[in-house]
């Protein structure tokens, strides 16, 4: 490894351990009588399914002198780590605060949402790491834009839909389901978009503009569900089944689907 990588791993070594540690200790600090360990399931294996769906992208998915390199394989891990948990700290923006949601306020709903918007930014950062190029700097750059997408995507369904604060107000378990698949599902396409031989910096952002625009659909469709979902709300509280689960399967069915349909990437 290079210098410039040495410094790198163990800048993010810091910025990952102090944002994880931070999120466990919030999440595991409070009696089973205040909440449940159950309820926070979610939230313990939020960093541990993250690390382990990137390794395994990484492990098949990477350039050859990553995937056959332990020191860049664990560089890489811990890059994504940083990453991630820098992108958790900004989840309080939308209003949800895993940790405090669900270990103070008894709000399991929130916890599922949490571990979908951990693994949705996974799969944006994921992406990025997928074929060759010259550098981690590249990774940072396609990360900048698979990660941004997923924010503005969210920030815009939420707008009109709500959902977000149906999960952190309401504790709609519904809600929850369908918010986590719905952020998997668009993290999955933008890292997707992101994903190839590196060329250019141009080259990248025009593949990212050319593949992810779909998860806008995605968007407009959490629009209508979310705005069906708080109008049946008023009247009686909806089956999640019928709010949550089944919304949020047709969310991972069409990303996977679109995915799929691309082909291999180059």
């Known amino acids: 490894m290079s210098p410039d990588e040495v410094f790198a791993f163990f800048i993010a070594l810091a910025v990952g351990a102090f944002a994880w540690v931070h999120w466990l200790r919030r999440s595991l600090a409070v009696s089973d009588f205040l909440s449940s360990r159950a309820s926070r399931t979610p939230l313990v294996l939020a960093p541990v399914l993250s690390a382990a769906a990137l390794l395994v992208v990484l492990l098949f998915f990477a350039s050859h002198d990553v995937r056959d390199s332990v020191p ?41 949402a949490g571990l979908g918007a951990v693994l949705g930014l996974t799969l944006a950062f994921a992406g990025a790491n997928i074929g060759d190029g010259p550098g981690w700097w590249v990774v940072l750059y396609s990360s900048a834009l698979s990660t941004l997408a997923v924010f503005l995507i969210w920030m815009l369904a939420d707008a009109v839909a ?23 599902a668009v993290g999955a396409i933008q890292g997707r978009a992101v994903a190839g031989n590196w060329v250019s910096a141009g080259a990248t952002a025009a593949d990212w503009l050319d593949i992810g625009w779909p998860a806008l659909g995605l968007c407009v469709f959490e629009m209508v569900v979310g705005r069906m979902h708080a109008g049946m709300a008023r009247r009686e509280s909806p089956p999640a089944v019928l709010v949550g689960v089944l919304p949020g399967l047709l969310y991972l069915a069409g990303a996977a689907a679109y995915s799929v349909s691309l082909g291999w990437w180059s």
């Open 72 to 112: 860049y394989l664990a560089f890489y891990v811990v890059l994504g780590a940083a990453w991630v948990g820098l992108g958790v700290g900004l989840l309080s923006l939308f209003g949800l605060r895993p940790p405090i949601d669900v270990a103070q306020r008894r709000n399991p709903a929130a916890g599922i």
């Open 162 to 184: 709500g959902t977000t604060d149906m999960v952190t107000i309401d504790r709609d378990f519904g809600a929850g389901i369908r918010l986590a698949c719905f952020l998997i």
